[in-house]
């Protein structure tokens, strides 16, 4: 009789194994899961910026001049991909910037029979923000390639400190300048989760060349007759699909 058991035992195993690989044959593979990119994305970015800038002062001297420093902050957006993998949205960003640099320059007075007297030239860009339309292609599981474009914005804290030749002291007139201007960049994005992704991208900021600026101080003030101001910035970002 135990001989008769194993052997029905035996045959129930076979047979059971069999029907498990056949069924493991007849299975169809499970194919990759692909990330969709329609909907909306919340995230923050870091990285680096360096300006690329010119002053004309009121002595009729240009100088050149830039600065390297951090970058820092949020941007939010929403996406819609269609035709597959064409993926098309909008994104507003805002960021913190230790942007800031000074040179040597100089101030003209014609009230003293056109005196030039020397001063240091000093530009900080404290924000950068953006509002950009972009559009991008849908590679493999979840890639995306985009291009980006719009408006932007920087905030300018100006000074040009000199010694004042009417009361022989140091005078640091200054203003604060919020300039308007446009953007472009592209960037890669890598889905690495069902509702995360990161980010590379490069961003090129022309904010034109602008004046005349008025540099007040409580004693006197002096007028720089224009200022460009451009800004590369080079980030990496983190963002929440929702």
């Not at 970015?45 to 949020?74: K, P, Q």
């Not at 993998?85 to 029979?113: D, I, K, M, T, Y």
């Not at 905030?155 to 400190?161: G, L, P, T, V």
């Not at 889905?191 to 900021?205: D, G, K, L, Q, R």
Request: glycine letters at 14%; aromatic letters at 12%; proline letters at 4%.
């Amino acid at each position: 009789m135990f001989r008769a058991l194993c052997g029905t035992a035996i045959l129930v195993l076979s047979a059971t194994a069999a029907s498990a690989a056949d069924y493991a044959r007849q299975a169809p593979p499970l194919a990759p899961l692909t990330f969709n990119w329609t909907g909306c994305y919340l995230g923050g970015h870091l990285g680096g910026g360096a300006s690329e800038d010119r002053t004309i002062n009121s002595a009729g001297g240009t100088v050149d001049f830039g600065a390297g420093g951090f970058i820092g902050g949020g941007q939010a957006g929403c996406d819609h991909q269609f035709a597959s993998n064409w993926v098309v949205g909008a994104e507003g960003r805002a960021a913190w910037s230790s942007l800031s640099s000074q040179h040597a320059s100089n101030v003209r007075f014609p009230a003293f029979g056109n005196l030039v007297v020397p001063s240091q030239f000093g530009l900080k860009n404290d924000l950068l923000a953006s509002i950009t339309a972009r559009f991008g292609y849908a590679y493999g599981s979840g890639w995306l390639f985009y291009g980006r474009g719009g408006v932007a914005w920087t905030h300018e804290k100006i000074d040009d400190a000199y010694v004042s030749p009417a009361t022989g002291f140091r005078i640091d007139p200054s203003a604060s300048v919020m300039r308007t201007g446009w953007t472009l960049g592209a960037g890669v994005e890598w889905a690495f989760a069902p509702c995360w992704s990161a980010n590379v991208e490069y961003n090129y900021h022309d904010f034109g060349t602008k004046g005349p600026i008025q540099l007040i101080s409580p004693v006197e003030g002096i007028t720089v007759a224009h200022l460009k101001d451009t800004i590369h910035a080079a980030t990496i970002g983190v963002n929440y699909h929702y």
